[in-house]
C-alpha cells in the first residue's frame, strides 16, 4: 500500500496570508491526525478527523481548522498566519480514531512564514 | 489532559551498548503507548508500541515496559548500531476516549558512537 502523503512539502508565506495543506492517507485508513512540530514545543495534537467529523481538538487558537471528505482525504487551514505558526506539519492516519490503531505518518509539509 | 514527560533529552552510548529512554504520564486513563523514531529530515515511524493490559514487549533489539501503578513506561535498545542515531519519542493517549489525540515527549536524541 501506499502510505501518507502531503502536499506541499515545502510552503513560504508572508504574516496575515492564509495557507491549506493537504493529507492523503493510507487506502482504508478513515482516520487522520494532524500534528505541529516545533524544536521548542516538539510535537502537539492539533486535531483529528473521522468519518468526516472532527473528532477532537488540540489546544490551538481558532485560526487552525481542517475538514475531511468522503475519501477521507485532509485538508488542514490556517488563517492569518503569525511568525509562530512555521513549523513541521505533520498528518498521521489509521484505520480507526483515537488510539485503537497505530497511526503512520506523513513526511509532512514544511512552512515557513516571513 | 495528558502530560508525557521524556528523559533525557540527549543520550550519547557506545555502539554495543545498551541505551534507556524514560517516559512518564500523567493521566491514568492512558492505555497506549507508542514509540516513534524519527531520523533528520524524515517522518517519524513507529518502532514499538505497549498497551496497558501488558507490562513488556519485544521485537528483536528492541523492547518496552510499562509500570502502570507509577505511570511510567521505557524504550530498551541493546546492541545499539550506529542506525539507531535519530530522535525518540514516546507518546501516550487513550484509545478509549483520545481526547488529546496521542501526547509526546519532548523526544530524545540518541547518538551512537563509533
Known amino acids: 500500500k501506499a502510505g501518507v502523503t502531503q502536499t506541499p512539502r515545502y510552503l513560504i508565506k508572508t504574516r496575515g496570508q492564509q495557507v491549506t495543506l493537504s493529507c492523503s492517507p493510507i487506502?482504508?485508513?478513515?482516520?487522520v491526525s494532524w500534528y505541529q512540530q516545533t524544536p521548542g514545543q516538539g510535537l502537539q495534537f492539533l486535531f483529528e478527523y473521522f468519518s468526516e467529523t472532527q473528532r477532537n481538538k488540540g489546544n490551538f487558537p481558532g485560526r487552525f481548522s481542517g475538514r475531511q471528505f468522503s475519501n477521507s482525504r485532509s485538508e488542514m487551514n490556517v488563517s492569518t498566519l503569525e511568525l509562530g505558526d512555521s513549523a513541521l506539519y505533520l498528518c498521521?492516519?489509521?484505520?480507526?480514531?483515537?488510539?485503537?490503531?497505530?497511526?503512520?505518518f506523513g513526511p509532512g509539509t514544511r512552512l515557513t512564514v516571513l | 489532559g495528558e502530560n508525557v514527560e521524556q528523559h533525557p533529552s540527549t543520550l550519547s552510548v557506545q555502539e554495543g551498548d545498551s541505551a534507556v529512554i524514560k517516559c512518564t504520564y500523567s493521566d491514568s486513563a492512558s492505555n497506549y503507548f507508542p514509540w516513534y523514531k524519527q531520523e533528520l529530515g524524515k517522518r517519524p515511524q513507529l518502532i514499538i508500541d505497549i498497551r496497558s493490559n501488558v507490562g513488556e514487549k519485544k521485537d528483536q533489539r528492541i523492547a518496552v515496559t510499562l509500570n502502570k501503578t507509577a505511570k511510567h513506561f521505557s524504550l530498551h535498545i541493546t546492541e545499539t548500531q550506529p542506525e539507531d542515531s535519530a530522535v525518540y519519542f514516546c507518546a501516550a493517549t487513550d484509545s478509549g476516549g483520545g481526547a488529546d489525540g496521542l501526547t509526546f515527549g519532548k523526544g530524545t536524541h540518541l547518538i551512537i558512537q563509533p
Open positions: 498521521a492516519s489509521s484505520p480507526n480514531p483515537g488510539g485503537t490503531d497505530t497511526q503512520y
Open positions: 487506502s482504508g485508513h478513515r482516520s
